[in-house]
Structure formats: structure tokens, C-alpha cells
């Protein structure tokens, strides 16, 4: 094996802001990614070869192969909230910690939402197009539809599911929520919402909020049989994971009319863990414009938060590093000792 430099080599695989490269910096031998690209496999690999820590991100993966070519690896932060692209057992069975955020992306990412909604309902981007090309006035066009006392259903009532609730509120909607995990009766009591079996609510909601995340259990939860029972007209809106949605019944009830329409801040082949996932997002869905909002996974894309996402996967790894328990740890890797509460640096 190779000697350890003085400083610890940290890779990042994608672009952060300069404080998280200057904090890294001050202890450690920082590779950086200040590219707007995601970085092929093979590359992460090869400079993450002598890592004893690793920041990732949303598009990347990391599996036994990636974990076995980084024999001094100690610590994988996630700049992120969902893990699912990361092999846990895998991470834990090598010694590794494995950290990621969990409460810094629930606000903004909820905010999306409900602008995600609003766009549909109220024909935004189509009203948007209109102005740029020859606008001479208002017309009798592009009616839409209020969300003012309508019934919206929620998917997961999780943190998210629940600040998506908090947001709507201000609308007056009657609000359905699908969960395995019931909210307590005081929770439901704050946000004057119902518990409600998935069929029940498909039929009811006139828009459907996904918030759910990605699990064996609720990969396509939302597949053509049960979308085929959503409210003729409904709007649907994913910022849950892609996969949580079969995207190719979309567009099928999409091109029926029985989907109103479909907004999405995530999608099915961004999801690294199924190795069915498809490459891209369908072309046809594309150019569904006039029924369809799509955005580049905008959730957390607000500085302020990104920032405080990568300050954390920072400490994170500095920490390990450290020898202390990670902030944000979901994992305890084998042949590390209890170290108590994670130290503040």
C-alpha cells in the first residue's frame, strides 16, 4: 500500500462554493470538481484511488467497486438527503461512515412543490411562451383551474410530505395524506389533514403531491393501475424520487386525458439503484409541453441551502477524519468503537 500523505486526501466529485474548499483545505489535500459535469465512474475512481474521504452528490454512485478501489477510505458524506444511490452495507462492511443531510432540503424542496403546482394549475409556462410569441392582448385562453378549496392528496408524510401540507394550507384545501406510518392525531389535528388508503385519495384529489422516497416498497407505487384510477383531469406533481412514478404511464394517461397534467423535479433514470432505471426521460414526455413542467432537480438548488449542505458534508468529513462520529451518520462501520456524541469542530 502506498504511504499516507501528511494531509488526508479529500475528493470532491462535483462543484462546490469556495468557504467548503477553503475549510477542507486548511487540514487537507482537497481534489476538487469545479466543473458544472458529473465526473465518469472511472474517473472518481481513479482520484479518489489514496481518498480518505470522499464528497458526493445526487448523480453519483457508490457500490462495493468503487468502496474496494479506495482501500484508505474512511468517510462518504453525502451532499444530500436520500441515500439510495449509496450501497450502506457495503460502506458499513469496509469500515467506512457514511453520512448525508436530512433536514436542510425539506423547506426549499417543498417550496418547489408547491410552485411545480401552481404552474400547472394556472398554465405558467404555456401563458409565458405566449407573451414571447406575438402577444396581442388577452384572449379567451388557457383557463385554468384555483387551488383554492380544492382536495389535494399527499404521497408520504414525511418531513417533506408534511412542509409540502404546511405550505398548502394558506389555500383553504382539504388535504389527504397516504403514508404506511400514520401521523399522530396531533399532527393531523396541525395541519387539518386526513389519512387516506392510495386508491381512495387517486380518486378524490384533484392534484397529487409525490413526496414519497425511494424503497423497494415504493418503486412504480404509482404504476399504471393505480394511476388509471386518478381523478379524470388531476394534476401530478413528483418531487419525491422518480422511480416512485412510472413514467411511461404518465404519458399514456397523459395522452388519454386522464392526467390533467404532470410536473416533475425528479426522474426514474436518475435513479442509479435500479438497474432498470431507463437512460433518460422520454422524449415524448418532453414535448408534452402544454400539459408537463419539468425542472433540473431544483429543489435544493437555492445557494443559501446548497451551501449549508456542503458545510455539513464538510464537518462531516472532518470529523471522521477526526476520529470522532460523523454529524449525520447512518451508519455504524464495522470495527469502529463507540464514540459517543458526534464532536463540534
Request: aromatic content about 4%; proline content about 5%; some cysteine.
Amino acid at each position: 500500500m502506498k504511504q499516507h500523505s501528511r494531509r488526508p486526501k479529500v475528493v470532491l466529485t462535483h462543484r462546490v462554493h469556495a468557504p467548503i474548499l477553503e475549510l477542507l483545505s486548511e487540514s487537507c489535500e482537497v481534489v476538487a470538481n469545479q466543473s458544472d459535469s458529473s465526473l465518469p465512474a472511472s474517473e472518481v475512481r481513479r482520484r479518489a484511488a489514496e481518498a480518505e474521504g470522499l464528497m458526493v452528490f445526487m448523480p453519483d454512485r457508490v457500490d462495493a467497486e468503487l468502496l474496494d478501489s479506495c482501500p484508505n477510505l474512511k468517510v462518504v458524506a453525502g451532499a444530500l438527503k436520500g441515500n439510495d444511490n449509496i450501497d450502506v452495507e457495503a460502506c458499513t462492511e469496509r469500515g467506512i461512515w457514511l453520512t448525508r443531510v436530512e433536514d436542510l432540503l425539506t423547506e426549499p424542496t417543498a417550496e418547489l412543490a408547491v410552485g411545480l403546482l401552481m404552474g400547472l394549475a394556472r398554465n405558467i409556462t404555456a401563458g409565458d411562451r405566449r407573451v414571447r410569441s406575438n402577444f396581442a392582448g388577452w384572449r379567451p385562453t388557457l383557463y385554468g383551474r384555483t387551488l383554492v378549496g380544492s382536495t389535494i392528496g399527499i404521497v408520504g408524510a414525511g418531513n417533506l410530505g408534511r412542509a409540502v401540507a404546511r405550505m398548502l394550507r394558506g389555500f383553504a384545501p382539504e388535504l389527504l395524506y397516504f403514508d404506511p406510518e400514520p401521523l399522530s392525531a396531533a399532527d393531523e389535528a396541525l395541519l387539518d389533514i386526513r389519512r387516506a388508503d392510495l386508491s381512495d385519495l387517486l380518486e378524490r384529489s384533484d392534484a397529487v403531491v409525490v413526496c414519497a422516497p425511494l424503497s423497494a416498497e415504493t418503486v412504480h407505487l404509482l404504476d399504471r393501475n393505480r394511476l388509471e384510477s386518478i381523478r379524470p383531469g388531476a394534476l401530478l406533481v413528483n418531487v419525491g424520487r422518480g422511480s416512485v412514478v412510472d413514467e411511461s404511464a404518465v404519458i399514456e394517461l397523459l395522452r388519454a386525458g386522464q392526467l390533467g397534467g404532470f410536473a416533475a423535479d425528479v426522474f426514474e433514470f436518475e435513479d442509479l439503484s435500479r438497474p432498470d432505471r431507463p437512460a433518460a426521460i422520454s422524449a415524448e414526455l418532453l414535448a408534452m409541453q402544454d400539459r408537463t413542467l419539468l425542472t433540473p432537480h431544483l429543489g435544493s438548488a437555492v445557494a443559501a441551502t446548497r451551501l449549508k449542505i456542503e458545510e455539513h458534508a464538510a464537518t462531516a468529513i472532518l470529523q471522521a477524519l477526526a476520529g470522532h462520529e460523523p454529524h449525520g451518520a447512518v451508519n455504524r462501520p464495522c470495527g469502529v468503537g463507540s464514540a459517543g456524541t458526534p464532536t463540534a469542530l
